[in-house]
């Protein structure tokens, strides 16, 4: 099992951290999972500190979302990498998931 992936930052705020690809995105959904229950809404996932994605990353995402929406929070993920922008496009999910400027 890879390191924690999921950092708190400060209430509601989690960095992650490392990979994400599909040798360790069923870890990182897990920690995710365990940050949106433990947190009160908004929560923010900071994904500065990604350093490759595969398309497994998408999908993340909107297990994530899907799962703090049934949980009655609200979710939003920030500094999103290049590569990850770019399948939130071309999926067309801007609206899910706005793309920083």
């Known amino acids: 099992m890879p390191h924690q992936q999921v950092e708190l930052r ?3 705020d989690y ?3 490392g990979e994400l690809s ?3 995105v069923m ?3 897990k920690e995710g999972m365990a940050a949106i229950d433990e947190s009160t809404s908004p929560i923010l996932f900071d994904l500065s500190a990604v350093t ?17 929406e ?3 929070k609200s979710l939003q993920v920030v500094r999103v990498p ?3 922008a770019g399948q939130i496009k071309s999926a067309c999910l801007e609206s ?3 793309i920083d400027a």
């Open 96 to 98: 899910v998931f706005p």
């Open 10 to 12: 400060q209430a509601g």
């Open 22 to 24: 599909f040798d360790t």
């Open 52 to 68: 490759k994605c595969s398309s497994a990353s998408l999908a993340l995402l909107i297990s994530w979302k899907r799962y703090a």
């Open 70 to 72: 049934n949980s009655g």
């Open 15 to 17: 960095g992650v951290v």
């Open 27 to 29: 870890y990182v959904e």
């Open 82 to 84: 290049e590569s990850l």
